[in-house]
């Protein structure tokens, strides 16, 4: 999993150090902005100017001039240098002696009193990068004697150098690097942190420093990378804990330093980088013979015994692009984010939305769909990036251009899938599925039209369930785009429906008969006449009910007329006047007819020009059924039943002009009979019945019917009524009498005995007939007789025994006495009584004889007082 993120690039090179000194080595380096120092084995400190020269191709160089070299006058080389740029001194151990020099001139800095600024018996030293003490002019040092087991605190001034504090330790410590009032020390045997302010201090683990070299290395504030058993690099925080994986270097590291977000160490043979985001292996340079690794101010140098080099860092960018060109999205996205603390946070967002965009469409190129859904979310992705990827999905008028520089190398979908169809349609479903999440969403805002017009088209083209939503609710598609692609899928029941939702109605209506009437081909919908007729039902221009109705009254009128019927209420109902509806319909008998028989049997309207309307209808249909011939007797029957119960239960037809126009036709004697019921001419509706058509359930069952809703004796009337024409007619009968006549009237009185009075009936019934026929009628009379007189007994004795009671309660509330007295008062004017002359109301109240007489004078009952005397 390499990464290219470093270059090696020479920057002192051998000739120019030791020139023709063959044995001449480098020590010891320290670099301050553009100034190089060295110290080399003969005991000379070298001072070079160091200046970055771009080339041509981009690439970094850089430049040296040996500015001066000074010699230290000692025995041993020079062991570390440390620049104090605000002091403008430079601090050198050499032969065990820590001391001050001038950053130009390289002489010793001289002391106050004339000696030099000397430390002795130093074995290592190292500046606090975090320093306790506030004033700029000082430095702070953690030095470490060859003597004692402790750590001396140091501050380093312009022109001296004072000890501050002296802190033991459990062992003698060999290496240190300090942060604030912690030191991170490599012991005999372990590691430890320590606080030389509080005293505690921390173990963190065991450590030979005879078999390697230890390394403590601060990498940021309160945190310090030290080499481990193992051929670990490890991390520890100033409380002793790692809260980042260590690193799998060599066992063999010399130095090490980090160079955010990189960790980079030197071996006898290598440079390696790794990763502290996931601690992989990013990089591998060679370098023979290399003993010093340090970073001066984010600038990592390298050095061996005859030369100098620059680690010089790619630019992030150029990493991140070269991890997505091939294709290792996660590693690109984890260096982008770790970067984060090093970039401007506006810049960050930049690159990070970008770097996200470009991850999505690698992983939508390898059909990841999930996760390319994911990044292009949080990348905040224009969406028309990836309609565009589509040929014509995005609208003509879209003034939409790709990203430049492009996010992804796909000329379009086809280069993408090449030629694989079912890649191109994993391709599409995705869009689909997308768009869909995104289109009501911010992603969308301000070109919500190029988003929804790219899902209608690809909705169409994939014949997707989804289309009729999209038309039908609230969208932004483009008719001029839409029109030619719905068309070319044949989806003109959608196209019917943009055209409703953009307010073209007329539009979508013409469409839409095209393909009922069959110009047109399109099987979304088996049922559009219906819908035609819904959506004019519920249409609100009244123009388009009136222009369009004809067609669909032609084409079916039983459905045709329900764009009459099944309208709702709605503001342009008013101007639909049921008049004018008729009128409309008279041309079309079968819906006329269906209109009025909404109106009067379904919405009950109460006008009688719409009664007698639909009743004629009838009329007329029965009549030309009847002169059909052959007569259908099953069509006939329902009309002539349709007809009957309108005259039955309609009371505002006009009866005389019905009866006009059945005067003539003998086959509707049952019809004219209500009609005449109508007019209260029982007589001749009976006689219709019984004598004519000889249909005594019917004449029963007319009594029934025009007694209904009526008080008792009417119906009595009208039952005896029946009874009489019986009777009239067994009497005038042929032969002395007619069987048929008897027996119908011994059925009405025993059918409905209860209607009749038993007395009257008896009285007009002959002599001759038999007690056994009316034997149920007459003794139904006579147990409705002896109930009747037993209810009478009844409520006779309860009323006499509720008077008893009245009378007893009367008696027990005379002889119950009542007091009174000058301290009591009336309970009507509430004044005492002065004299025993007082009367009680029900319930004993005495009251004064003046009040009772005013309160029974104004009360509509008259009230019952008793009179009673004053007992003291």
């Given at each position: ?805 009245l009378l007893h309660d009367r008696l027990k509330e005379r002889k119950k006495p009542i007091f009174v007295s000058e301290k009591k008062g009336c309970h009507l ?44």
């Open positions: 999993m390499s990464v290219k993120a470093f270059e090696l690039v020479p920057a002192v090179e051998r000739d120019l150090l030791m020139g023709d000194k063959a044995r001449i080595n480098i020590e010891c380096i320290e670099c301050c902005g553009k100034h190089l120092y060295m110290g080399t084995n003969d005991c000379f400190i070298h001072h070079f100017l160091l200046d970055e020269v771009a080339s041509s191709t981009g690439t970094l160089k850089y430049s040296a001039q040996k500015l001066q070299q000074k010699y230290l006058g000692l025995k041993k080389p020079a062991a570390e240098l440390r620049a104090a740029s605000a002091l403008k001194r430079l601090m050198v151990l050499c032969d065990g002696t820590l001391f001050l020099v001038d950053m130009e001139t390289l002489e010793t800095v001289p002391s106050l009193v004339g000696g030099g600024v000397k430390i002795r018996g130093v074995t290592a030293f190292s500046i606090n990068e975090n320093p306790v003490n506030c004033d700029p002019f000082c430095v702070e040092l953690g030095v470490l004697s060859s003597k004692r087991r402790t750590v001396q605190i140091y501050t380093v001034h312009e022109d001296r150098m004072q000890l501050v504090k002296e802190v033991t330790t459990p062992e003698q410590p060999c290496t240190i690097s300090l942060d604030g009032y912690f030191l991170c020390l490599a012991l005999a045997t372990q590691y430890i942190i320590l606080n030389y302010k509080t005293g505690s201090s921390q173990d963190l683990f065991p450590y030979n420093s005879e078999e390697r070299r230890p390394i403590v290395k601060r990498i940021a504030r309160e945190e310090f990378l030290l080499a481990a058993p193992g051929g670990l690099g490890m991390f520890a925080n100033a409380e002793g804990v790692s809260q980042r994986a260590p690193v799998n270097w060599s066992e063999s590291v010399i130095g090490a330093t980090v160079c955010f977000p990189y960790v980079v160490a030197l071996d006898e043979s290598f440079v390696t980088v790794h990763s502290m985001l996931d601690q992989q292996l990013k990089q591998t340079l060679s370098f023979r013979d290399g003993h010093i690794l340090q970073d001066f101010e984010g600038k990592v140098i390298l050095a061996s015994t005859k030369a100098v080099y620059v680690l010089v860092p790619l630019p992030l960018e150029r990493q991140i692009q070269d991890l997505l060109a091939g294709r290792r999205v996660e590693e690109a996205l984890v260096l982008t984010e770790g970067a984060q603390r090093n970039i401007p946070k506006d810049k960050f967002q930049i690159l990070h939305r970008r770097i996200l965009q470009q991850a999505g469409f690698i992983q939508f190129g390898q059909l990841q769909f999930l996760e390319a859904k994911e990044h292009f979310r949080k990348g905040q992705l224009d969406v028309r990036e990836l309609i565009a990827l589509y040929p014509l999905l995005l609208p003509a008028s879209s003034s939409f251009t790709r990203c430049h520089p492009p996010l992804h190398v796909f000329a379009d979908l086809n280069h993408l899938a090449q030629g694989d169809q079912e890649k191109v349609l994993r391709c599409k479903k995705f869009l689909i599925s997308y768009l869909r999440e995104v289109r009501s969403t911010e992603v969308a805002n301000g070109f919500r039209d190029d988003v929804d017009t790219a899902l209608l088209k690809l909705y169409a083209e994939q014949d997707h369930d989804s289309l009729l939503d999209l038309v039908a609710s609230d969208n932004a598609c483009l008719l001029a785009d839409s029109i030619p692609w719905l068309e070319k899928y044949h989806k003109y029941f959608a196209l019917g429906l943009l055209y409703n939702y953009n307010g073209q109605d007329s539009a979508a209506l013409q469409l839409w008969i095209r393909v009922v009437d069959g110009d047109l081909q399109d099987s979304t919908r088996s049922d559009l006449y219906e819908y035609i007729v819904d959506f004019l039902c519920s249409c609100s221009s009244v123009d388009l009910v009136w222009k369009y109705a004809d067609w669909a009254l032609q084409k079916d009128p039983p459905i045709g007329v329900h764009i009459f019927t099944k309208r709702p209420d709605i503001k342009a109902q008013s101007e639909l006047n049921p008049d004018d509806v008729i009128v409309y319909l008279g041309k079309h008998s079968q819906a006329l007819l269906l209109y009025l028989e909404h109106l009067v049997l379904e919405k009950k309207i109460q006008k009688e020009k719409f009664h007698t309307h639909l009743a004629v209808l009838y009329l007329e249909r029965v009549l030309s059924l009847l002169s059909d011939s052959p007569t259908d007797e099953e069509q006939l029957a329902r009309a002539r039943e349709r007809l009957r119960a309108l005259l039955r239960e309609s009371d505002l037809y006009r009866v005389q002009f019905l009866l006009g126009k059945m005067e003539n036709c003998e086959q509707l004697l049952l019809e004219r009979a209500t009609l005449h019921g109508k007019l209260e001419e029982h007589d001749k509706a009976l006689h219709i019945l019984v004598h004519e058509l000889k249909d005594f359930p019917s004449a029963e069952a007319f009594c029934t019917w025009a007694s209904s809703c009526r008080d008792p004796a009417y119906q009595q009337r009208l039952f005896h009524l029946l009874l009489g024409v019986y009777l009239d007619g067994n009497q005038t009968a042929a032969g002395g009498g007619s069987a048929d006549m008897k027996m119908a009237a011994v059925d009405l009185l025993n059918g409905h005995g209860e209607v009749f009075d038993a007395v009257r009936v008896l009285s007009v019934l002959p002599e001759g007939w038999s007690l056994q026929l009316l034997r149920p009628f007459l003794g139904r009379a006579v147990r409705a007789s002896v109930h009747a007189c037993r209810t009478a007994q009844i409520t006779l004795g309860l009323s006499r025994s509720e008077n008893l009671q004017c509430h004044n005492t009584f002065s004299d025993p002359n007082v009367v009680c109301l029900p319930g004993g109240v005495p009251v004064h004889t003046h009040c009772a007489a005013q309160r029974v004078r104004g009360s509509p009952i008259k009230k019952r007082l008793t009179n009673s005397s004053k007992h003291t």
